[in-house]
């Protein structure tokens, strides 16, 4: 059975820093393109950033490129540090994996997904 575990998330100031860890068990993340998305109260999710199966291309949406780094870390998984925090930033963040190959920036191309872990950026 495979299994997407988001850990990191919680409250912090604006201009802050937070670092999300992805971990699956089940499946071999680093052979996987990796994607985080969000969704704040009200909104529908949204992409965030994706990194292909072995790192060697992201994708950033516009609103978090410069601040958001996506990065594979071979002994934990698939990190998101996000720097520079808004309150804009505020929602709940899933990271989810992709069987097959590509950068996808699009929810539906991904196959598995993890329960999300609430960030929450005050002004």
């Known amino acids: 059975q495979v299994q997407l575990v988001e850990s990191g998330g919680g409250l912090v100031q604006a201009g802050g820093s937070l670092r999300l860890t992805c971990a699956a068990s089940?499946?071999?993340?680093?052979?996987?393109?990796v994607g985080w998305f969000r969704q704040a109260p009200g909104k529908e999710r949204e992409f965030v950033a994706a990194?292909?199966?072995?790192?060697?291309?992201t994708e950033y949406a516009d609103s978090v490129k410069g601040r958001f780094t996506i990065a594979r870390d071979n002994t934990k998984g698939v990190y998101l540090q996000m720097n520079g925090l808004k309150p804009e930033d505020t929602a709940v963040y899933y990271c989810?994996?992709?069987?097959?190959?590509?950068?996808?920036?699009?929810?539906?191309?991904?196959?598995?997904w993890g329960q999300g872990t609430q960030v929450t950026v005050s002004s």
């Open positions: 990194i292909s199966r072995y790192g060697g291309t």
């Open positions: 089940g499946l071999i993340l680093s052979t996987k393109p």
């Open positions: 989810a994996a992709k069987i097959g190959g590509g950068v996808p920036i699009r929810d539906y191309e991904y196959d598995y």
